[in-house]
């Protein structure tokens, strides 16, 4: 006896119950995944910290809470003596001396004077110097053609030296106050700008320069963005040296 072939109703009510089949299983899968909590299960995953002092002094917990407790105290303490050094501007002291870098004690005017020069006129001249944080300084140059204030800052890397950064035509220049066999000297570099960090540069330089005329609360933020920016330009380029070129080195006191 021949059997029947199913009909093309019964095979598309089979299809329909499997395809309605999955999308109940899809939206129980949603439902039950919506319910989990994965931060917990993540948070229960996750070791306790522990910081690294306690390790290395293998300390118990009560030994490890009470010596960050300790720590917390003297940072506690060191944070209001240097609030205190600030605001008496107190750089000399010893215990305000480490706030303030390493190196040498960066007076408040300087005369330099740069020997055998041609132009007699720009052989000398003076830098005043006036810190408004404990690295962060203005500069102002009384001769050209660098003359007028410029943002610098004070790095402790050796040697020792401070920093500003000025943009002239098309060159990008770095001077540096530092302490030299036993001298103060005043260092000027230069490089000349491509066109693409040329107009890079200027525009930095031009924010910073329209801050100050603007009194804009932005003004060492602007100011910072420009130095940083050359400070990070003169280092790659310093690597070789025929990307730079040394214009003087003067004894300043």
């Not at 917990?40 to 002094?57: A, G, N, S, V, W």
């Not at 009560?62 to 209001?80: F, M, V």
Request: aromatic letters at 12%; hydrophobic letters at 30%; one cysteine or more.
């Amino acid at each position: 006896m021949k059997k029947k072939s199913r009909s093309k109703k019964t095979n598309g009510d089979y299809n329909k119950g499997q395809y309605i089949a999955i999308v109940i299983i899809i939206v129980v899968l949603i439902k039950i995944l919506t319910k989990c909590d994965f931060d917990e299960m993540t948070k229960k995953e996750q070791p306790t910290f522990r910081p690294p002092i306690c390790d290395t002094l293998n300390l118990s917990k009560s030994e490890c809470d009470k010596k960050l407790k300790e720590i917390d105290e003297e940072l506690e303490d060191l944070d209001k003596q240097r609030a205190i050094c600030f605001k008496n501007r107190d750089y000399s002291s010893e215990k305000c001396k480490k706030f303030f870098g390493e190196g040498f004690d960066i007076k408040e005017k300087y005369s330099c004077v740069l020997k055998d020069a041609s132009n007699v006129e720009t052989a000398k001249w003076t830098l005043s110097i006036n810190r408004f944080s404990y690295k962060s300084f203005v500069v102002e140059n009384s001769c050209c053609p660098e003359r007028g204030k410029r943002f610098a800052i004070y790095d402790k890397e050796y040697p020792a030296k401070l920093k500003w950064f000025d943009l002239i035509d098309q060159d990008l220049y770095f001077d540096s106050l530092e302490l030299s066999d036993k001298k103060v000297r005043h260092k000027n570099f230069s490089i000349k700008l491509e066109t693409s960090d040329y107009n890079r540069f200027n525009k930095l330089y031009k924010n910073a320069e329209n801050a100050k005329v603007d009194e804009s609360l932005n003004e060492i933020r602007e100011e910072e963005k420009f130095y940083y920016s050359a400070n990070a330009f003169f280092r790659e380029g310093m690597k070789d040296t025929n990307n730079f070129t040394a214009l003087f080195d003067a004894d300043c006191e």
